[in-house]
């Protein structure tokens, strides 16, 4: 298979599929005229790569549990602490968007959106400290 049918069966742009080479999660075989040719192979770690990605996992991740994945003597235990860990950063950027909504939310509130120039959005985004999350 050529790039444009790996990307089109895996879902995942031609430019992501030429990175994930560069970082050696595959490593299609070259025809002589320099194409790469796909096998199944990795057109499956590229659909799994794809898969993990779209749930939050990092780069690290991703080659971590390809490892697991094709390891027969894996411990669940050991997907699921990645799993895990994966679980607690979306959760921590949840609280921080969560936050900045907040925040975001109180200014939009205290600011009379009239004829008037001051605005309590911009006083805040011109101060030297950093917006704080209201409760």
Same mark, same amino acid.
């Given at each position: 298979?050529?790039?444009?049918?790996?990307?089109?069966?895996?879902?995942?742009?031609?430019?992501?599929?030429? #990175?994930?080479?560069?970082?050696?999660?595959?490593?299609?075989?070259?025809?002589?005229?320099? #194409?790469?040719?796909?096998?199944?192979?990795?057109?499956?770690?590229?659909?799994?790569?794809?898969?993990?990605?779209?749930?939050?996992?990092?780069?690290?991740?991703?080659?971590?549990?390809?490892?697991? #994945?094709?390891?027969?003597?894996?411990?669940?235990?050991?997907?699921?602490?990645?799993?895990?860990?994966?679980?607690?950063?979306?959760?921590?950027?949840?609280?921080?968007?969560?936050?900045?909504?907040?925040?975001?939310?109180? =200014?939009?509130?205290?600011?009379?959106?009239?004829?008037?120039?001051?605005?309590?959005?911009?006083?805040? =985004?011109?101060?030297?400290?950093?917006?704080?999350?209201?409760?």
């Amino acid at each position: 298979m050529n790039i444009s049918d790996v990307a089109e069966k895996s879902g995942l742009p031609a430019k992501t599929i030429r #990175y994930y080479e560069d970082i050696g999660f595959i490593k299609p075989r070259r025809l002589p005229n320099g #194409y790469r040719d796909f096998q199944e192979t990795e057109l499956h770690k590229l659909a799994f790569i794809g898969r993990a990605r779209s749930l939050g996992f990092t780069i690290d991740d991703c080659r971590r549990l390809l490892g697991l #994945y094709n390891d027969q003597s894996r411990a669940s235990a050991d997907v699921k602490r990645v799993a895990e860990y994966n679980l607690r950063e979306i959760d921590a950027k949840i609280a921080n968007l969560q936050a900045m909504r907040a925040t975001l939310s109180h =200014l939009i509130d205290k600011c009379a959106g009239d004829h008037r120039p001051d605005c309590p959005i911009l006083e805040t =985004l011109g101060s030297e400290d950093r917006p704080h999350a209201v409760s």
